[in-house]
């Protein structure tokens, strides 16, 4: 119809038209979108893995591990106890130690048969299944260690090779049941036996109703073994995937809001902008609902772009990020990015889009067409006490705190941007602080020096960390040019009556190192506050927050401040020196 | 017109109704009401002043319309100090001010009425002019005249406006 | 016969603000235009000739009063009817021309029709007509800064026809505008008159107005003087101007 071909064609040509407020625009939702793709790609959370790794594998309902010895007639009777329909095992399992690429590790070795188990057969991700001399290790705890089929190992100083990575539902993941698992023949692992190694034996069982494994499992628990129902292992699993989750939440929000709070600030530019092409179509006949629609299809045309990119970025990103061949079980080469993360993704950006256009866009279809004709730019506000009080200041603060009251609603999104993104760079310190110093595992040889899981949750962070600086030093960089351009004229006319160029660029810079300040004061306890909740959240509230040094903290302030100055200092001594003549006769 | 007749003989001596026809296609629908026989008074007493000569034309002799005239000296002269003349007709509007400003002292008239009505004539007039220069093709010369009058008759009304302006709030202070 | 009128106005009133600063822009107004006939409004800057101009347009609601377009009564319309009426109605033709930048000459023209749901095809044939018909074929697919002052206005005033409206209303419309442009504009005034186009315009040009049938004078929102400038069996005296005795 050709009204919408109209709307189409208003909305390409008004983009065009503005080429840069176009660009800022998308990329401020297309960095949000690629650290979003990234972040999601990272924490796993594109879809709970455990189900479908249980299923593959025939995981056990029932998990019994004895506490050394071998109890004969209590193992030999729990395959024929009441509501155990199979079992399989038991199995030798032998805690050695192994060294593999130059780290040593306690692991436990669980002898199997080459041929597959009816129960619990580890559903190999890459390489092949236990051969003489080849052993299968526990992905988690090949990910910790960084081998790939192939590498040669030793266990209790004899030589192995890695003959493949594998997943079980049998057992937590390393790190969140340590020791580690490898799989190997039984002839092998006789030959790690002598007179002081601990053994243990593991059988697999299945009930006839799985949902009653917790109670059986109570019920057959002594203090010589124990039995796991198979609901344990995937909560103990759950854990990493919540924690991680979590810090992807948590970073997340702070993301959406920065990107909200930037978006807000360069719509309502640009509506402002728009304000009289409004009113002329509705003085040729334009609906309010036409206008609203036109309003809203140029930014969502914009974030879908974004989000698409986003998209694209993110997924040739983050393979850099993870670990080759770690994809879904059962699909190795399964893409990283699933159904649900683009709906996630795309629905992010969508509703940030919407949040920060929905309600100029709206007023500004409502405007009275007259209004909307006759409207010049908003005037810059005026604060007579801001007049007052900075007219006691030197030149340069004067300059710079008038200039920043001249436009609250920037001077808003220069804190909000400051205060978040430090915020972030605290939550992450202090993630990293406290998961290597309050680390109990340290010191238990079963743990490897460097902690797998912090990693992970270290990575997730730094990805949501590096995404949100990035993004607030896209925001200075918008508000300084902002600034520049808005206050070209009472700067240029300062400088007419007296003011020194170097004056007027520190006035600038102090623009916006003004509300950076008390943004950046204020991030550093929100920090540490928000990483509080997180722990909570994450159900860890056991766990003691360990803060950073002061002296990092210090440094992240310092940093900030002087990233600002640089952000603003050359743009700002760019602007501050064009003659003033030219100034003011351009303007 | 004396002089506007004799810068046109400069060029080459012409008959009467030749020089006519040029005043016509010059001032174009301004022109129309211009008497005909005006061209060949105005030339009878440019010869008796001695500013132009008739050249007798083989023939018909002592025909008005079918004499030849041609520029004397004198003449010649008059045409130069025409041409390097700087006078221009008076920018002035005297009368009409003059005629407030009786009406006003004398009690004759309200001089706001006086200019309301005047503005309405010169509306008319600046209506008809502008008409007529429409009519007129593109780069006609006619056209250029009537131009000149409609911005002169602007400028006019511009200033009715003052003097509107001026004598209300006169009137206002009862003076 | 007398036709009923094509506009028609009665004590309209416009006001801004409030108790001690209340501004009656518009006061007790009445104004009858019959079809095809062109009425100038004047009168001093402020006297509120805009003002009358937005409210028969349909761009503002009278404080008081009644407007009346082609039988309809168009003041207490809700805005999506108002929308309509602007689209198929009323042209509006403003002083500082209002082209969409980002567009070209046709595809301004065209752009009410398409607001109004009329197909792309037909749009562009009628914008295209009308661009012939005053004179811009060869401009039809440049930009609007590519274009002249006078160049610009006749686009707006094509837009405004496009609707093929039942009045053109016009604010300044050689406000922006040089002599020579302003002539281009006049031709394009006059020929909608000879076209039957009712017209009303508001102009401190004198050169505009003195082409109207009917030449009204605002001041301080009311209506004080009323001239015909047609009709009466008035014939030009352009001897007069040249000093030539009849």
């Given at each position: 119809m050709g009204r919408i071909r109209l709307l189409i064609r208003l909305v390409i040509r008004d983009l065009r038209r503005r080429p840069g407020q176009s660009a800022m625009l998308f990329l401020v939702i297309a960095a949000t979108t690629?650290?979003?793709?990234?972040?999601?790609?990272?924490?796993?959370?594109?879809?709970?893995?455990?189900?479908?790794?249980?299923?593959?594998?025939?995981?056990?309902d029932v998990t019994v591990t004895t506490n050394g010895g071998y109890p004969a007639a209590f193992l030999a009777g729990l395959p024929n106890a009441p509501g155990v329909r199979a079992a399989a095992g038991p199995y030798l399992l032998v805690t050695t130690s192994l060294r593999a690429r130059g780290q040593r590790v306690d692991v436990d070795t669980e002898a199997r048969d080459v041929r597959p188990a009816a129960i619990d057969q580890p559903a190999v991700t890459a390489g092949s299944w236990i051969r003489p001399g080849g052993v299968v290790i526990e992905r988690g705890l090949a990910d910790a260690l960084g081998v790939t089929p192939g590498d040669r190992i030793t266990l209790k100083g004899r030589p192995f090779q890695v003959a493949g990575i594998a997943v079980t539902a049998a057992r937590a993941t390393y790190p969140n049941n340590a020791p580690g698992l490898v799989w190997i023949t039984t002839a092998d692992s006789l030959q790690l036996l002598d007179a002081d190694t601990t053994v243990a034996y593991v059988l697999n069982l299945r009930l006839a109703s799985p949902d009653a494994a917790p109670a059986f499992a109570a019920a057959h628990t002594t203090d010589t073994f124990f039995a796991t129902p198979w609901q344990d292992i995937r909560d103990e699993d759950a854990v990493?995937?919540?924690?991680?989750?979590?810090?992807?939440?948590?970073?997340?929000?702070l993301l959406g809001l920065l990107a909200l709070a930037s978006l807000a600030v360069l719509v309502g530019a640009r509506l402002a902008d728009q304000a009289r092409r409004i009113g002329l179509l509705k003085a040729v006949g334009?609906?309010?609902?036409?206008?609203?629609?036109?309003?809203?299809?140029?930014?969502?045309?914009?974030?879908?772009?974004?989000?698409?990119?986003?998209?694209?970025?993110?997924?040739?990103?983050?393979?850099?990020?993870?670990?080759?061949?770690?994809?879904?079980?059962?699909?190795?080469?399964a893409p990283l990015i699933t159904a649900s993360t683009v709906a996630i993704v795309i629905g992010v950006a969508v509703a940030i889009t919407c949040g920060a256009t929905l309600v100029p866009a709206l007023r500004g279809a409502r405007t009275s067409t007259l209004r909307a004709l006759a409207h010049a730019a908003t005037p810059p506000r005026r604060h007579p006490r801001v007049n007052a009080l900075s007219a006691k200041l030197p030149a340069s603060l004067l300059l710079g705190m008038r200039l920043a009251a001249r436009r609250p609603r920037r001077a808003v999104l220069s804190v909000a941007s400051l205060l978040i993104t430090v915020a972030m760079i605290v939550v992450a310190l202090t993630i990293q602080h406290t998961l290597s110093t309050a680390n109990p595992q340290l010191g238990n040889s079963a743990y490897l020096a460097h902690n797998a899981f912090a990693d992970k949750i270290n990575q997730v962070a730094t990805v949501l960390t590096v995404g949100l600086v990035l993004l607030a030093a896209a925001n200075a960089l918008f508000v300084t040019w902002a600034t520049i351009v808005d206050s070209r004229r009472p700067a240029a006319l300062a400088r007419a009556f007296g003011a020194t160029p170097r004056q007027v660029s520190a006035g600038l810079s102090a623009a916006q190192l003004i509300p950076a300040l008390p943004a950046a004061l204020l991030g550093i306890p929100a920090g540490l506050g928000l990483f509080n909740v997180v722990i909570t959240i994450a159900g860890g509230s056991g766990t003691s927050v360990v803060t950073p040094p002061t002296w990092s903290l210090a440094s992240v302030l310092v940093g900030t401040l002087v990233a600002v100055m640089a952000l603003t200092l050359l743009p700002a001594r760019i602007g501050a020196n064009r003659p003033v003549a030219e100034v003011l006769r351009t303007e | 017109?004396?002089?506007?007749?004799?810068?046109?003989?400069?060029?080459?001596?012409?008959?009467?109704?030749?020089?006519?026809?040029?005043?016509?296609?010059?001032?174009?629908?301004?022109?129309?009401?211009?008497?005909?026989?005006?061209?060949?008074?105005?030339?009878?007493?440019?010869?008796?002043?001695?500013?132009?000569?008739?050249?007798?034309?083989t023939g018909q002799a002592d025909r008005s319309d079918r004499k030849v005239y041609l520029l004397t000296p004198a003449g010649q002269q008059r045409v130069a100090a025409w041409l390097a003349e700087t006078e221009w007709p008076r920018p002035a509007p005297v009368e009409f001010h003059l005629k407030l400003v009786a009406a006003a002292w004398a009690g004759l008239a309200d001089p706001v009425g006086l200019i309301a009505v005047q503005r309405r004539e010169l509306l008319r007039l600046v209506g008809d002019a502008q008409r007529a220069a429409m009519a007129e093709p593109a780069g006609s010369v006619a056209g250029l005249l009537l131009e000149g009058a409609v911005l002169r008759l602007q400028a006019d009304l511009n200033w009715l406006d003052q003097c509107e302006r001026h004598w209300s709030t006169r009137r206002g202070q009862g003076s | 016969m007398t036709q009923s009128p094509m506009v028609r106005a009665r004590g309209l009133r416009l006001d801004y603000g409030a108790g001690a600063s209340l501004v009656r822009a518009v006061d007790e107004v009445d104004l009858e235009v019959a079809a095809g006939e062109t009425v100038a409004v004047v009168g001093p800057s402020g006297c509120g000739k805009s003002s009358l101009l937005h409210l028969l347009g349909g761009l503002e609601r009278p404080s008081a009063g009644e407007v009346w377009l082609a039988g309809q009564r168009i003041d207490r319309l809700r805005e999506t009817a108002m929308a309509r009426l602007r689209n198929h109605a009323i042209g509006f033709v403003f002083q500082a021309f209002e082209l969409i930048d980002e567009l070209t000459a046709v595809e301004n023209v065209e752009l009410p029709a398409l607001l109004g749901g009329v197909a792309s095809r037909t749009a562009r044939r009628r914008a295209v007509e009308l661009l012939e018909r005053l004179g811009l074929a060869q401009r039809a697919g440049h930009l609007s800064a590519q274009l002249s002052g006078g160049q610009r206005q006749r686009v707006a005033i094509a837009r405004a026809?496009?609707?093929?409206?039942?009045?053109?209303?016009?604010?300044?419309?050689?406000?922006?505008?040089?002599?020579?442009?302003?002539?281009?504009?006049?031709?394009?005034?006059?020929?909608?008159?000879?076209?039957?186009?009712?017209?009303?315009?508001?102009?401190?040009?004198?050169?505009?107005?003195a082409t109207a049938d009917r030449l009204v004078c605002m001041r301080d929102g009311a209506f004080v003087d009323e001239t015909r400038l047609t009709g009466g069996g008035h014939r030009p005296n352009l001897g007069a101007m040249a000093g030539w005795e009849a």
């Open positions: 690629t650290t979003l793709t990234v972040g999601l790609a990272l924490g796993g959370v594109t879809a709970s893995p455990w189900d479908h790794t249980r299923a593959v594998t025939a995981g056990p990493l995937v919540l924690a991680e989750r979590v810090v992807l939440v948590v970073g997340s929000w334009a609906t309010s609902r036409f206008i609203a629609v036109l309003l809203l299809a140029e930014y969502l045309i914009v974030a879908l772009a974004a989000a698409v990119v986003g998209l694209v970025a993110g997924r040739l990103a983050a393979p850099l990020l993870t670990n080759p061949g770690a994809g879904l079980v059962g699909a190795p080469d | 017109m004396q002089d506007v007749l004799l810068a046109l003989l400069a060029k080459e001596p012409s008959h009467g109704y030749e020089l006519r026809a040029r005043l016509q296609a010059a001032l174009g629908p301004l022109g129309e009401p211009m008497n005909g026989g005006q061209v060949y008074v105005t030339l009878g007493r440019l010869e008796r002043a001695g500013l132009i000569t008739v050249e007798q034309a | 026809l496009i609707g093929d409206p039942q009045v053109l209303l016009a604010d300044e419309p050689t406000g922006n505008l040089d002599s020579t442009a302003t002539v281009e504009v006049l031709r394009v005034f006059d020929e909608l008159r000879a076209a039957g186009q009712t017209v009303i315009v508001v102009s401190h040009d004198s050169r505009i107005t």
